[in-house]
């Protein structure tokens, strides 16, 4: 029996695929196998001896200590692109509303209430105020084309708008999700000089905190229009409200709203609706569930973010699943030190650990128990 602790309300769709009959799914378990998450914070949480896996129902992974998790040997899935259309959707709203002045003119028009007749004509009267431009033929740059960002870079040359994007880790395959209309900038700042919209989808790192400062928004063009709906440190708030008040910068739309930036003139601050769709969660849910039960019961591995991704067949009597640090030859090495018939092996590293998987034949635990001994080895346990 595994026990599940869900820390936010998770979706019965992914719940309901962990069978009764061997899982105990509850928001009050005390030493869990394995937690599902979506936004709540763990890195107060104290992490168990029994914790396997944590899988967030979501891409980012900011409310987890992953460094904490590697070293204890746990394993921590997200849910790439399980949430992605929502976000795009919203991003595209945000295009739209960033450049035609919606929500000011609907908040004005509020104060036209109980004029009766004169309505109209006031309407006629005010609306110049609130013109903004069309996006068909501007210029939208993309920094980040991962799930989320390549669906919005196609979207936005459907809707008729010159797009270039930008990402350093880029892979053939991500290429081919682009639509070939989309240009591939050499770099930020290329998509800083070309373009009228700039929509931010990098990930949270060290390296990319504040990458849209003062610096930067100095090499864009006047007027323009900045969309954030990846993650709040992305970008310098100060500069931001800088930039607007000068009129370097026309609007800045994000779904990381926070204290400096309300109230601000041309700021549309939106309370992080991203995945905030009933179709979002349940994919969240489904795909983080599913990680957790092919880990749990497989060893399987997919979709983590401190661990790389390792499958094996179980053909023998047991499967013995090994985290460790990386190292040169860690399969073969941990396969020669496990004493038993080793029908078959897989393993793969990701920074600076490794998984390694071996389909055994004979004493599987005493197996693990001189693995667990090896130097750089954290974890082992064994799938019978």
């Known amino acids: 029996m595994y026990n599940i602790l869900t820390l936010n309300k998770i979706a019965a769709c992914g719940t309901d695929l962990l069978p009764k009959a061997n899982y105990a799914i509850s928001d009050r378990e005390a030493n869990?196998?394995?937690v599902v998450v979506r936004s709540a914070s763990m890195h107060e949480m104290e992490l168990g001896s029994n914790l396997l896996a944590i899988a967030r129902a979501g891409a980012g992974v900011n409310n987890i200590p992953i460094?904490?998790?590697?070293?204890?040997?746990?394993?921590?899935?997200?849910?790439?692109?399980?949430?992605?259309?929502?976000?795009?959707?919203?991003?595209?709203?945000?295009?739209?509303?960033?450049?035609?002045?919606?929500?000011?003119?609907?908040?004005?028009?509020?104060?036209?209430?109980?004029?009766?007749?004169?309505?109209?004509?006031?309407?006629?009267?005010?609306?110049?105020?609130?013109v903004g431009p069309e996006i068909m033929g501007k210029t939208l740059g993309v920094i980040g084309l991962g799930a989320i960002g390549a669906l919005v870079a196609n979207a936005a040359v459907a809707l008729g708008m010159k797009v270039y994007g930008a990402d350093p880790f880029l892979s053939e395959a991500g290429k081919k999700r682009l639509s070939p209309e989309v240009k591939i900038a050499s770099s930020n700042d290329?998509?800083?000089?070309?373009?009228?919209?700039?929509?931010?989808?990098?990930?949270?790192?060290?390296?990319?905190?504040?990458?849209?400062?003062?610096?930067?928004?100095?090499?864009?063009?006047?007027?323009?229009r900045i969309l954030?709906?990846?993650?709040?440190?992305?970008?310098?708030?100060?500069?931001?409200?800088?930039?607007?008040?000068?009129?370097?910068?026309?609007?800045?739309?994000?779904?990381?709203?926070?204290?400096?930036?309300?109230?601000?003139?041309?700021?549309?601050?939106?309370?992080?609706?991203?995945?905030?769709?009933?179709?979002?969660?349940?994919?969240?849910?489904?795909?983080?569930?599913?990680?957790v039960r092919n880990y749990l019961e497989k060893g399987e591995i997919l979709n983590s973010v401190n661990l790389p991704n390792v499958s094996l067949d179980k053909t023998g009597d047991a499967l013995v699943c090994v985290i460790s640090k990386a190292a040169d030859g860690i399969a073969d090495k941990l396969a020669?030190?496990?004493?038993?018939?080793?029908?078959?092996?897989?393993?793969?590293?990701?920074?600076?650990?490794?998984?390694?998987?071996?389909?055994?034949?004979?004493?599987?635990?005493?197996?693990?128990?001189?693995?667990?001994?090896?130097?750089?080895?954290?974890?082992?346990?064994?799938?019978?």
Request: overall charge negative; proline content about 3%; some cysteine.
């Open 32 to 34: 869990p196998d394995a």
């Open 228 to 291: 954030n709906f990846a993650r709040a440190d992305l970008v310098d708030s100060k500069a931001i409200i800088d930039a607007l008040a000068s009129g370097k910068m026309a609007s800045y739309a994000t779904d990381f709203a926070t204290d400096d930036l309300l109230c601000v003139e041309n700021v549309i601050a939106i309370p992080h609706l991203g995945a905030s769709t009933p179709e979002s969660e349940d994919n969240c849910a489904v795909m983080a569930c599913n990680e």
């Open 67 to 130: 460094d904490k998790c590697s070293e204890k040997g746990i394993a921590v899935f997200n849910t790439p692109g399980a949430n992605a259309n929502a976000v795009k959707e919203l991003v595209i709203a945000g295009l739209f509303l960033s450049g035609r002045k919606v929500i000011p003119a609907t908040e004005w028009i509020k104060g036209l209430k109980g004029k009766g007749d004169e309505v109209g004509k006031l309407v006629e009267k005010g609306k110049s105020q609130f």
């Open 190 to 224: 290329e998509i800083y000089q070309v373009s009228d919209f700039i929509s931010i989808h990098a990930p949270a790192t060290p390296e990319t905190k504040g990458m849209i400062n003062a610096d930067t928004i100095a090499k864009m063009k006047d007027g323009v």
């Open 336 to 384: 020669a030190e496990a004493g038993v018939t080793v029908a078959a092996k897989a393993a793969g590293t990701k920074k600076d650990m490794a998984y390694t998987i071996l389909d055994v034949k004979g004493d599987a635990d005493a197996a693990a128990s001189k693995l667990a001994g090896v130097d750089g080895v954290i974890r082992v346990r064994v799938i019978k």
